[in-house]
């Protein structure tokens, strides 16, 4: 790497501008020969995570595996709200009251998109009426954030607004202005445990604050999306408040609905999804869901069962998925030292857990950064989607999954997207 490359920027002059744009544009132009398909898109767990829950698929093959410790023939109908034993498996591994858990399908996004229709059609335990009977309703969206849960807000017509997120969780003197103020704000969106894409893991304060909070609409959730609950990068234990303890002492255990799922823990897709909730609110949901259906998959709750055993069984299995996806994780923030540092061209995070890299290019440079790595075959998340509506206000963040990958695809993906960064940045700067 030549000297003046590694000069902030905005040290630069023209000429040396234009020599960085001429030497990234040749590198882009030779990967662009080898037409190449990376994809960094999606927090897809790779192959040889997957194989750690192969297991799985052979653990119940007879008869007799099909019963649960009650008798119950799990190949029937009947149990709606999951088996005793299944519901255990996730209060040991969560800290929730097994009796205030549902296991519900394959898929928490799922759930999380039916308790939002549920809210709009029926309403919620406590409230006058449906939302949607009530106006123009919204929800507060910590941004940047996960796209899937600004997707569901849009696709209902709820409008959403953006609240920075800070180093400790979203900024609670933005989010209490707005839910303590706006009786037509009904919820906000929380992934409390290595943020998506943040990585960011709330600290005691902001849980407590969550807990404390007294919104203006009687019938506001926050709905808890705790998907990375289990899913420690390092041989440590990430300490999560338990929102549900603080909670109690205030008496707003109705505000919180609670997300949870075995996607990124056995197989995406064929995994389990819960919900928790207070009695109350269970009281309310149970009949809606019991017109949907006369009971979930009850074959692979006691395959989950039975492969991990207890909630140790799960954190141990963690363990083994940790140390096939640390590695990527490392490489990536080795790549983007090696590439960017000293430059004034970017930053990101260096999370503890979780699937992903929050990356920020300089203002400006997100959108184009996308275009110059999608010409040259390498797919990033769509620059912006981090954000409702999909504006990022300072077009400067990308978030970078380097789960599905194998190394050397990531390897060489991280080098093309360091080469569309500096090329990006120098393009801007010479336009100012």
């Given at each position: 790497?030549a000297?003046?490359?590694?000069?902030p920027y905005?040290?630069?002059n023209?000429?040396?501008?234009?020599?960085?744009c001429a030497a990234?544009q040749?590198k882009?132009d030779?990967?662009?020969d080898?037409n190449l398909?990376?994809?960094?898109?999606?927090?897809?767990p790779n192959?040889a995570?997957l194989?750690l829950?192969?297991?799985m698929?052979?653990?119940?093959?007879?008869?007799?595996?099909c019963f649960s410790?009650?008798?119950?023939?799990?190949?029937n109908y009947?149990v709606?709200?999951?088996l005793?034993?299944?519901?255990?498996l996730f209060?040991?591994?969560?800290?929730?009251?097994?009796?205030?858990?549902?296991v519900?399908?394959?898929s928490s996004l799922?759930?999380?998109y039916?308790?939002l229709v549920?809210a709009?059609?029926?309403g919620v335990?406590?409230?006058h009426e449906p939302w949607?009977?009530?106006g123009?309703?919204k929800?507060i969206?910590?941004?940047?954030?996960?796209?899937?849960?600004?997707?569901?807000?849009?696709t209902?017509?709820?409008?959403m607004?953006p609240v920075?997120m800070?180093?400790?969780?979203?900024?609670?003197?933005?989010?209490?202005?707005?839910?303590?103020?706006?009786?037509s704000?009904?919820?906000v969106w929380?992934?409390p445990?290595?943020?998506?894409?943040e990585g960011?893991?709330y600290?005691d304060?902001?849980?407590?604050?969550?807990?404390?909070?007294?919104?203006?609409a009687?019938?506001?959730r926050?709905?808890?999306?705790?998907a990375?609950?289990?899913?420690?990068?390092y041989?440590e234990n990430v300490?999560?408040a338990?929102?549900?303890?603080?909670a109690?002492?205030?008496?707003?255990?109705?505000n919180i609905?609670?997300f949870?799922?075995t996607?990124?823990?056995?197989f995406p897709g064929?995994?389990?999804a819960?919900?928790?909730?207070?009695?109350r609110?269970?009281?309310q949901?149970?009949?809606?869901?019991a017109?949907?259906?006369?009971?979930?998959?009850?074959?692979?709750?006691?395959?989950?069962?039975?492969f991990?055993g207890?909630?140790?069984?799960?954190?141990?299995?963690m363990?083994?998925?940790?140390n096939?996806?640390?590695?990527k994780?490392?490489?990536?923030?080795h790549l983007?030292?090696k590439y960017?540092?000293d430059?004034?061209?970017?930053h990101w995070t260096?999370?503890?857990?979780?699937?992903?890299?929050s990356l920020y290019?300089r203002e400006?440079?997100a959108?184009?950064?996308y275009?110059?790595a999608?010409?040259?075959g390498v797919t990033l998340t769509?620059a912006?989607?981090?954000?409702?509506y999909?504006?990022?206000?300072?077009d400067?963040?990308?978030r970078?999954a380097p789960?599905y990958?194998?190394?050397e695809?990531?390897?060489?993906a991280i080098k093309i997207?360091?080469s569309?960064?500096r090329?990006?940045?120098a393009e801007?700067?010479?336009k100012?």
């Amino acid at each position: 790497m030549a000297n003046h490359e590694r000069k902030p920027y905005t040290e630069m002059n023209t000429d040396e501008l234009l020599a960085v744009c001429a030497a990234e544009q040749e590198k882009l132009d030779h990967w662009s020969d080898m037409n190449l398909t990376l994809d960094l898109t999606r927090g897809k767990p790779n192959q040889a995570q997957l194989d750690l829950s192969s297991g799985m698929l052979s653990i119940v093959s007879t008869r007799g595996d099909c019963f649960s410790a009650s008798g119950l023939d799990c190949r029937n109908y009947g149990v709606l709200d999951g088996l005793p034993e299944t519901k255990q498996l996730f209060s040991d591994l969560l800290g929730l009251p097994a009796g205030n858990i549902l296991v519900l399908g394959n898929s928490s996004l799922n759930v999380m998109y039916d308790t939002l229709v549920r809210a709009m059609l029926f309403g919620v335990a406590g409230g006058h009426e449906p939302w949607c009977r009530q106006g123009r309703i919204k929800f507060i969206c910590p941004s940047p954030g996960y796209d899937r849960h600004f997707t569901i807000c849009r696709t209902l017509g709820i409008e959403m607004i953006p609240v920075p997120m800070k180093a400790d969780g979203p900024d609670m003197d933005a989010v209490y202005d707005l839910a303590c103020s706006d009786p037509s704000v009904k919820g906000v969106w929380c992934v409390p445990k290595f943020s998506n894409p943040e990585g960011i893991t709330y600290s005691d304060e902001v849980v407590d604050a969550f807990a404390a909070m007294k919104p203006a609409a009687p019938d506001f959730r926050i709905f808890w999306d705790n998907a990375y609950a289990v899913h420690e990068l390092y041989d440590e234990n990430v300490r999560l408040a338990n929102i549900f303890d603080y909670a109690r002492e205030y008496g707003t255990e109705d505000n919180i609905f609670y997300f949870a799922s075995t996607s990124k823990i056995t197989f995406p897709g064929s995994g389990l999804a819960i919900m928790a909730a207070s009695e109350r609110n269970l009281e309310q949901i149970r009949p809606i869901i019991a017109t949907q259906t006369i009971g979930y998959d009850k074959i692979n709750q006691m395959r989950h069962v039975k492969f991990f055993g207890s909630a140790a069984g799960i954190r141990e299995h963690m363990k083994h998925q940790a140390n096939i996806i640390r590695p990527k994780f490392e490489l990536v923030e080795h790549l983007f030292h090696k590439y960017l540092d000293d430059l004034g061209i970017a930053h990101w995070t260096e999370p503890r857990g979780g699937y992903f890299i929050s990356l920020y290019v300089r203002e400006g440079c997100a959108r184009r950064v996308y275009q110059l790595a999608r010409s040259v075959g390498v797919t990033l998340t769509t620059a912006g989607s981090t954000y409702p509506y999909g504006r990022d206000p300072k077009d400067s963040n990308l978030r970078i999954a380097p789960t599905y990958p194998e190394p050397e695809e990531l390897e060489l993906a991280i080098k093309i997207l360091c080469s569309c960064i500096r090329l990006a940045c120098a393009e801007k700067l010479l336009k100012s």
